[in-house]
């Protein structure tokens, strides 16, 4: 009996991951953050979780105890061929006040801290120096306090806060 070989095609594990990107936001109010950004073209998946503090598997009202260093934030996988990161940040930067610590609007306390936590070396490039633009246009009246750091464990926050804007057809929590 002849042997026929046959090769089977398989996808290149590099291939799938240079097609997506994750970027990772604290901008206030997790469920505002993410309606901003699930709804850009390009976008794959928003959740929103907690990221930053020492607690694993923290639940919201551990967050909120404000004592567990863990922030309120939005991971958003994207394809970058589609939307880039640069235009992420500028979409961050328009939908909160990064001048003002421990809060945003009404909503007070550390986990509401605005931060970007980048996923690789060119993100961080990114993410200062679009800080740095904005900080020597003075386009805000206080400096920016916006925290950069390097991504750690994202938590991913109770399955109700996941798209809470779009569930209940709001655009945005504003009163």
């Known amino acids: 009996m002849p042997w026929i070989l046959i090769k089977v095609a398989t996808k290149n594990k590099k291939d799938k991951t240079e097609r997506t990107q994750l970027a ?19 976008i794959i998946k928003t959740e929103v979780g907690y990221e930053g503090g020492n607690m694993e598997n923290p639940t919201y009202k551990d967050v909120h105890s404000d004592r567990i260093g863990h922030i309120e934030v939005t991971q958003i996988k994207f394809n970058p061929k589609i939307i880039s990161y640069e235009k992420l940040l500028e979409k961050f930067w328009k939908i909160h006040d990064p001048t003002t610590p421990n809060r945003q609007g009404y909503d007070i306390g550390s986990q509401y801290n605005s931060v970007i936590f980048y996923h690789n070396a060119e993100q961080k490039k990114k993410a200062e120096k679009s800080k740095q633009d904005l900080n020597s246009k003075e386009i805000f009246w206080e400096p920016i306090v916006t925290e950069i750091r390097k991504a750690g464990t994202f938590w ?3 399955d109700y806060h996941q798209e809470y804007l779009m569930k209940r057809g709001m655009d945005s929590c504003d009163i």
Do not use: M, N, S, Y
Request: positive net charge.
């Open 156 to 158: 991913r926050a109770e």
């Open 24 to 42: 990772t936001f604290g901008a206030g109010c997790f469920w505002h953050v993410e309606e901003a950004f699930r709804k850009l073209k390009g």
